[in-house]
């Protein structure tokens, strides 16, 4: 599967954060910091062990 990228937040568009187009299945991958603030961890609740929660930028939400 090639990934397009429909946003990202610098120009080098490898070690930034980024959404891409909808994927074969469906989908959309998302590129972020990972979350490590424990207060806000608690704040959402229950992650699965095979998730990862992740923040971007507003301007990228606005793609999703």
Do not use: F, H
């Not at 074969?24 to 062990?49: F, H, Q, S, Y």
């Amino acid at each position: 599967m090639r990934l397009t990228w429909v946003r990202e937040d610098c120009g080098n568009g490898k070690t930034c954060p980024r959404v891409s187009s909808v994927t074969p299945r469906g989908t959309r991958i998302v590129v972020g910091k990972r979350v490590t603030d424990a207060e806000l961890l608690a704040e959402i609740g229950d992650v699965a062990d095979d998730e990862y929660v992740v923040e971007i930028s507003a301007s990228l939400g606005s793609q999703l």
